[in-house]
């Protein structure tokens, strides 16, 4: 949308918008994979879905080892860092430090919050993923 929005405005930055798309993408397999990961820990995964069956995660499953589906959290947590440094500095190269500081911070939360829905504090669990759902995927 802010792509759009820019470049209806004449301020189109395709790298930024790459940087951006790869930015949302990696959050998005952060939270997927420290889902799978974390509910695999939990034992949530044995409680089956609402239509009855079981859902075939990857680690529950057999398909990925734990270890592998940490190191791939891990991997993932790292260039969701990256992408969010990158993006933020080229996304405020024209503006103040104190913007890139702030969308530094914001990136980094919401890296946080990706990696820690059913990892770590694991607020999924303790009722609040739909809070964080829309923060991170609103205003954030």
């Keep these: 949308?802010?792509?759009l929005l820019a470049a209806?405005?004449?301020?189109?930055d395709?790298?930024?918008?790459?940087?951006?798309?790869l930015t949302a993408a990696s959050y998005q397999l952060v939270s997927n994979?420290?889902?799978?990961?974390?509910d695999f820990r939990t034992g949530a995964d044995q409680h089956g879905t609402a239509q009855g069956g079981v859902e075939a995660?990857?680690?529950?499953s057999g398909i990925i080892q734990e270890a592998e589906m940490q190191r791939?959290?891990?991997?993932?947590?790292?260039?969701?860092?990256?992408?969010t440094?990158?993006?933020?500095?080229?996304g405020t190269t024209h503006l103040?430090?104190?913007?890139?500081?702030?969308f530094l911070a914001l990136g980094t939360l919401a890296t946080l919050a990706a990696r820690g829905y059913t990892m770590g504090w694991a607020y999924g669990y303790k009722g609040l993923g739909d809070l964080f759902v829309i923060l991170f995927f609103g205003p954030v």
Excluded: E, P
Excluded at 33 to 38: E, I, K, S, V
Excluded at 57 to 60: G, T
């Design 8 to 12: 209806d405005r004449g301020y189109f």
């Design 57 to 60: 995660r990857a680690v529950a």
């Design 33 to 38: 994979l420290a889902n799978d990961l974390g």
């Design 1 to 3: 949308m802010g792509s």
């Design 72 to 83: 791939a959290v891990n991997v993932l947590t790292v260039l969701a860092l990256g992408f």
């Design 14 to 21: 395709g790298w930024l918008t790459l940087w951006m798309v």
């Design 96 to 102: 103040s430090g104190y913007h890139t500081a702030t």
């Design 85 to 90: 440094v990158l993006t933020s500095w080229w």
